[in-house]
RNA sequence: GGGGAGGUUCCCGAGCGGCCAAAGGGGGCAGACUGUAAAUCUGCUGUCUACGACUUCGAUGGUUCGAAUCCAUCUCUCCCCA
């Protein structure tokens, strides 16, 4: 089976630029290709995962990955899928993120013995000579059609500066660049790339007359369409300083029914008759598939003993009988609940509220327990009475908590 | 460069001198129901030392007993013309 059926079995591809052509280099050859990424953060998410997971497969079938870290593009801003303009990041947070980008990227992608390469288009794009690079590439686009591309129409409306209009030119240019230098022939991405990528592989096509690929993959989104790996907090984070590796589980946990075989598809190396058969499962039943998931995914990306312990956290909670596992915890000393400590400002310290008034609220709704039983008075004091061998869990809702371990 | 329209709470979007912490929707949170899901229903959704006080309607100054609402300057965005 061919890389491409398996990628095409597991439901990545959404669009490509010459499937039969593109199905049978992938077969005959091993060959070089690249997925870019923009150091917008100072870490990758799960949105980036998917586009990983398509690099470890594409590795494991023999291809050679090159991870593109956008240290001169990110300099200019993406418009592709944006309704409003991008922060302008300086040049110093933007080599900050692609060195943690890299840092990512090496635990999933093998780099040794050049089994793998990553760049950076600022080697390239941060020294171009504006007339020289308008004569060559800027030339070979025409305005009329860029226009009429998908990745502009939303921003017909609200406005779009000349510089994120030329995003497209330099992405083109980046892979122009890299069929030059490392016989790069195939650009993937995520389908919002899908325009930036035909820019490239036509250039490459009518300036080296060379051959050129590309494929974009499905966007994470859930069964209705929403963008996926979202939190309050903002996106799911590989970084376990961002989001916890507790918090990555709880999420993959509970997400919705419909979603389950996909994300087992996209996310996890499963085989695929698993998948379809956890996919399947009906009712309560489908939990099973979610803790699976969610235990996959977690180990992916944390390692195996840290999703262990996510996993038996989360069962420990759910199981009623109050045991505690490895709950996020949060310390603090025995001389802050000497006295007593208000129950809010207890929450508000822990991160469970953001304010008085929103815990005031959620006591009003039986939203705060400890121990179990729900709080009703705003006034009041957790005391050393309330811990056992030293430990009190702080729970909101149904399923958010938080344990506090004395120390001292 | 000229002309026009705008910047409102997490987002969209009403308000256009006091009744405005600001309609409505979305999102979020909680409760009921359930499978820890979805859907549905209900409540909440600026902060606090809380029947009151304080901070918010692009920024800064001003007019007024009183401003998100009026005036001036600044700033940003969009549209039309060149």
Redesign the pocket.
Known sequence: MSVYDILEERGYIEQNTHETELREVLEKKNISFYIGFDPTADSLHVGHFVQVMVMMHMQKAGHRPIALLGGGTGMVGDPSGRS??RQVMTTATIDQNCENFKNQLSRFIDFSEGKAICVNNADWLRDLKYIDFLREVGSQFSVNRMLTAECFKSR??????FLEFNYMLMQSYDFLELYRRYDCQLQLGGNDQWSNILGGVDLVRRLDQGQAFGMTFKLLATS?GTKMG???KGALWIDEEKTTPYEFY?YW??????DVENCLALLTFLPMDEVHRLGAL???K??EA??ILAFEITKLIHGEEKAKKAEEA??AL?SKNGAVGEVPSVEMSEADFKDGMNI?DVY?KVGLI?????????I????I?IKGT?ITDFNYMITLDDFEDGKLLLQ?????FKQIMIQG
């Open positions: 409003d303009l017909m409306e609200h406005g779009l500066s209705e979202k939190t309050a709880h946990r509970n997400i919705a029914d419909a009906q009712d309560s489908i939990n979610k803790e989360e069962r759910f809010l508000i953001s304010s008085k008034g929103d815990g005031r609220r959620l009003q709704q039986n939203g327990k729900a909101k809702g149904k399923k958010a």
